[in-house]
């Protein structure tokens, strides 16, 4: 079923991870259950500067976000416990590599690359990379303006990167954060940044509403996915745990509520 991207944000945001892996990696352990079972918690890695997947609630300062919200509600619905470790993208993307985690969920693409390495679930989310310029910029109108001389920020190890290296001249400033490419931009310091459309637009409407501009169409089609090492027996009830809440209407419930309306079909 096709996930379409919401055009209305909502001010909370966030990131969802969780997941499992087989006896030879990840760090599970065994907590109590309600009804005196033992129940499986899983390390999850993920971020905690991307929204509106996942973020910091400045009020609760509690983790939240959609990529939060779903994966819990996978972990309720397949029957386990996840406990999240924050990091940096690069960070989480290397840890599930080594198997350092049970899985990983933070805005990650799906890959073929990627899939050389780690294991994904069926995707959860549909995107898609968008360049982005200062509001007076009347230079830069799509990707075809970028130049050996065009100073373009994104995330580091992110898709964005890539793209950037393997098709464009650019000179690339790669950032820990996104938010770190945004400010740069904003200061001046670079020409544009290229990055997920959802988080563009939910920053655009929080900090850089009539300072920032989208330019030019969205130029790939990407595909959410939450990470697992190589051979993870956690997959297979990941996904089916996913699939049931996108039948049930649950999914759908947490996609309107972070994105303003629900996915088409749901």
């Known amino acids: 079923m096709t996930i379409r991207i919401g055009t209305a944000f909502v001010a909370s945001?966030?990131?969802?991870?969780?997941a499992c892996n087989n006896s030879e990696t990840g760090t599970s352990d065994h907590t109590g259950g309600a009804d005196g079972d033992n129940v499986e918690t899983y390390q999850v890695a993920t971020d905690n500067n991307f929204v509106p997947f996942e973020f910091i609630d400045l009020e609760t300062n509690e983790l939240t976000g959609f990529d939060i919200e779903l994966m819990k509600a996978i972990a309720e619905e397949a029957g386990f416990a996840v406990e999240f470790q924050q990091?940096?993208?690069?960070?989480?993307?290397?840890?599930?590599?080594?198997?350092?985690?049970?899985?990983?969920?933070?805005?990650?693409?799906?890959?073929?690359e990627r899939k050389e390495n780690i294991d994904f679930s069926d995707p959860y989310y549909e995107s898609g990379l968008v360049l982005t310029v200062?509001?007076?910029?009347?230079?830069?109108?799509?990707?075809?303006?970028?130049t050996s001389s065009t100073k373009v920020a994104t995330r580091l190890s992110s898709t964005s990167q890539t793209y950037l290296e393997d098709n464009t001249e650019a000179q690339v400033d790669a950032?820990?954060?996104?938010?770190?490419?945004?400010?740069?931009?904003?200061?001046?310091?670079?020409?544009?940044?290229?990055?997920?459309?959802?988080?563009?637009?939910?920053?655009?409407?929080?900090?850089?509403?009539?300072?920032?501009?989208?330019?030019?169409e969205r130029l790939t089609g990407e595909e959410y996915g939450i990470a697992f090492p190589k051979g993870s027996d956690l997959v297979e009830p990941v996904n089916e745990a996913l699939a049931t809440l996108m039948e049930n209407g649950t999914y759908g419930d947490?996609?309107?509520?972070?994105?303003g309306e629900r996915p088409e079909g749901m």
Not at 13 to 18: P, R, S, T
Not at 88 to 112: K, W
Not at 193 to 209: H, I, K
Request: proline letters at 2%; a negative charge; zero cysteines.
């Open 254 to 259: 947490i996609y309107e509520k972070y994105f």
């Open 13 to 18: 945001a966030v990131l969802v991870l969780a």
């Open 134 to 146: 200062a509001e007076e910029d009347d230079v830069i109108e799509s990707i075809d303006d970028i």
């Open 175 to 216: 950032y820990p954060e996104i938010t770190e490419a945004y400010q740069a931009l904003l200061a001046g310091h670079v020409d544009a940044v290229l990055y997920d459309m959802p988080n563009v637009q939910y920053f655009m409407q929080q900090q850089g509403e009539g300072q920032m501009k989208m330019v030019g």
């Open 87 to 112: 990091m940096d993208f690069s960070g989480a993307l290397s840890g599930i590599e080594q198997g350092s985690y049970d899985a990983a969920i933070n805005g990650m693409t799906i890959t073929e």
